[in-house]
């Protein structure tokens, strides 16, 4: 069974970065495509970057694109997002998630309906 620990929020202010991270253990982390997700109040779980299972594809939608990166280090069973240029409305909780069953080779995964293993979720926040 995978299970998935995420570190790295806190607090920051507009404009600056930090870099959050998602230790996998159990089954071989190579094999899974990963997700990183956010919520903020009273809004929808939102992806906001996506990796493929070789690392070699990735998505970010456009409120992100150019500020965030996923990455992913198999040899530290462990997947990245770093954040830079944070803005207020990048507060929220952050999740990692995998997708621990069938998938197809390079395809990526956006909708949270399409991961079976969650991380408890890490707090980002971002004052202006």
């Known amino acids: 069974q995978v299970q998935l620990v995420e570190s790295g929020g806190g607090l920051v202010q507009a404009g600056g970065s930090l870099t959050l991270s998602c230790v996998t253990s159990?089954?071989?982390?190579?094999?899974?495509?990963m997700g990183w997700f956010r919520q903020a109040p009273g809004l929808e779980r939102e992806v906001v970057a996506a990796?493929?299972?070789?690392?070699?594809?990735?998505y970010y939608p456009d409120s992100v694109k150019g500020r965030f990166t996923i990455s992913r280090d198999s040899a530290k069973n462990t997947v990245y997002l770093q954040m830079n240029s944070l803005k207020p409305e990048d507060t929220a909780v952050y999740y990692c998630?995998?997708?621990?069953?069938?998938?197809?080779?390079?395809?990526?995964?956006?909708?949270?309906?399409?991961?079976?293993?969650w991380g408890q979720g890490t707090q980002v926040t971002v004052s202006s």
């Open positions: 998630a995998a997708r621990s069953g069938p998938f197809s080779r390079m395809r990526l995964y956006l909708s949270d309906n399409d991961y079976n293993t």
């Open positions: 159990g089954r071989t982390f190579s094999s899974y495509p």
């Open positions: 990796i493929s299972e070789s690392g070699g594809y990735t």
